[in-house]
Nanobody
Framework: QVQLVESGGGLVQAGGSLRLSCAAS????????MAWYRQASGKQRELVAS???????NIADSVKGRFTVSRDNTKGTMYLQINSLKPEDKDIYYC???????????????WGQGTQVTVAS
C-alpha cells in the first residue's frame, strides 16, 4: 500500500516558524511532481507550492518569500518550511504527489490526510 503522510503541524505563535513533512511510504517505483495545498475552513483548497523530481519549484505569490519547498528523493519526502507565520496561514495543509508503483508505466495521484497548522497571536 502506498501512502502519503503529513506531519509537523501544530500551534505556533504569529511570526514563528514551522516545518511540515510529507513522507511517501509503501512500495513504489518513483515519485514525480509533489505539491503542498492548504485549505481554510469554509474556503477552497489552494496550491501553495510544488516541486518536480528534478527540484524545480513553484511558490504561490501569496506565500512567496516565507514558504520554501524542498524534497529528499532518497527518503521520498517533501518538506515545507514556513517562516513568519501569519494568522491567515491557519489551514489544513495537504500533501499531493504523482507516484508510480513498481511494475506500472503510469503514475497515480495520491493525497495525504492533511496536517493542521494553527497560528495564534
Amino acid at each position: 500500500q502506498v501512502q502519503l503522510v503529513e506531519s509537523g503541524g501544530g500551534l505556533v505563535q504569529a511570526g514563528g516558524s514551522l516545518r511540515l513533512s510529507c513522507a511517501a511510504s509503501g512500495r513504489f517505483a518513483s515519485i514525480s511532481t509533489m505539491a503542498w495545498y492548504r485549505q481554510a475552513s469554509g474556503k477552497q483548497r489552494e496550491l501553495v507550492a510544488s516541486i518536480t523530481a528534478g527540484g524545480n519549484t513553484n511558490i504561490a505569490d501569496s506565500v512567496k518569500g516565507r514558504f520554501t519547498v524542498s524534497r529528499d528523493n532518497t527518503k521520498g519526502t517533501m518538506y515545507l518550511q514556513i517562516n513568519s507565520l501569519k494568522p491567515e496561514d491557519k489551514d489544513i495543509y495537504y500533501c499531493n504527489a504523482f507516484i508510480r508503483k513498481i511494475g506500472l508505466s503510469t503514475s497515480s495521484i495520491y493525497w495525504g490526510q492533511g496536517t493542521q497548522v494553527t497560528v495564534a497571536s
